[in-house]
């Protein structure tokens, strides 16, 4: 957090503060979800597939494009660490930097999840969230946020001194290497900054800091998404459970997650077509 400054404010400090924001990148011109087909398309779903992912674990789940995916809260209270990734390529991945600056710190139905350079396309577009109705609380807290990263062993290690090998970090590399067959360390490299999908967040309001609190979620909540490309999807259970105290470590109460994968009638897909990557010419000006 930065520290009171050293320096006196200069003579114009009032005036300088005072400067409007303007927004870094105004959706204006932003590609947007055909939410009308999306709406036709999800009457004529049918659930084929369920994967449950264990407490203080993870699973992968394939999704084809135009089929839908939704992530269950199931038994009790528990926060879930999403990555996605190209079915057939895992270099593209998702950005949860330029979809926080592009959609804001926490996702809500409508949003799309990019994919980094050079691709930046959406993955998978939120179709419906059950906590809606959360909004932001008195303290700035939302859910289903792009601002956090995941917790993994090395921060753990630095602030604390111990390795916890649970930290959703781990148990998404542990899953992308069973799926992959990729040496783990290799498989670890390609585990991106994740959707904190239930997770309750936000900023302090005098120090700024990243904060968590108790996830509003319930049994029977669930966060949907429409595949915009063929995905590889990891999901993991965040050791820190519903995040109201701690996390990196097996004191909290933690409960499974479903991934459920929904297919679509093909006829009501006839006027959608799959993203594209960029289409930037990677001159980079030379
Ligand atoms: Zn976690």
Known sequence: MKPAGKNTPPKDAAARRAVKPVICYPVDTLPQPDMAMVAATRDTLEMTETIIVPPRDARTFTVPAGHFFKI?????????????????????????????????????????????????????????????????????????????????????????????HHCCHSNLTRALAAETGLPLLEAERHVHDVLNVFMCTGFTRDTHQYFMKASPVRPGDFLEFFAEIDLLGALSTCPG?????????????????????FTPEPETLSGWSSPRPSAYSRGHGL
């Open 72 to 164: 269950v809260s199931v038994e009790g209270p528990q926060v879930g660490d999403l990555n996605l990734w190209a079915r057939q390529d895992l270099s593209e991945k998702f950005y949860s930097g330029k979809t926080r600056a592009l959609h804001g710190t926490h996702l809500g139905v409508g949003d799309r999840l990019w994919s980094g350079f050079p691709y930046l396309r959406p993955l998978a577009t939120i179709t419906y969230d059950t906590l809606d109705w959360y909004g932001f609380d008195a303290y700035g807290g939302g859910v289903h946020d792009v601002i956090g990263t995941r917790c993994d062993p090395y921060t753990g290690r630095l602030l604390g001194g111990t390795d916890y």
């Open 241 to 261: 459970g519903d995040c109201s105290t701690e996390h990196s470590s097996d004191a909290a109460a933690c409960y499974p997650l479903e991934i459920q994968i």
